[in-house]
Nanobody, 123 residues
Framework: QVQLVESGGGLVQAGGSLRLSCAASGRTFSSYAVGWFRQAPGKEREFVAAISWIGGTTWYAEAVKGRFTISRDNAKKTMYLQMNSLKYEDTAVYYC????????????????WGQGTQVTVSS
């Protein structure tokens, strides 16, 4: 199994920045990529960004391109999501997740999930 623990959420004003972290442990060698998803009240969980452990290939949702940056530190088995120019509509619970396959934008393909961290952007 892979265990994931998120941190870094909080309350920020619109236009501000936050950095989320996702620490992985366990059988991380079985993971191809780690992704960030978010879920706002009454909405479905949506893809935000993902990064592969090997090679560092990145994927982003259109809504966050140019504002969010995903990165990883393989030695620390930690992934980061730097979120800049935050908007009210970015408010959600953010989850990191691990996937062993190559389809990184579909939450149904992810095998392991963290507990989530709340991000609230005030307008």
């Amino acid at each position: 199994q892979v265990q994931l623990v998120e941190s870094g959420g909080g309350l920020v004003q619109a236009g501000g920045s936050l950095r989320l972290s996702c620490a992985a442990s366990g059988r991380t060698f079985s993971s191809y990529a780690v992704g960030w998803f978010r879920q706002a009240p009454g909405k479905e969980r949506e893809f935000v960004a993902a990064i592969s452990w090997i090679g560092g290939t990145t994927w982003y949702a259109e809504a966050v391109k140019g504002r969010f940056t995903i990165s990883r530190d393989n030695a620390k088995k930690t992934m980061y999501l730097q979120m800049n120019s935050l908007k009210y509509e970015d408010t959600a619970v953010y989850y990191c997740a691990s996937v062993s396959g190559f389809t990184v934008t579909d939450p149904l393909r992810y095998e392991y999930w963290g507990q989530g961290t709340q991000v609230t952007v005030s307008s």
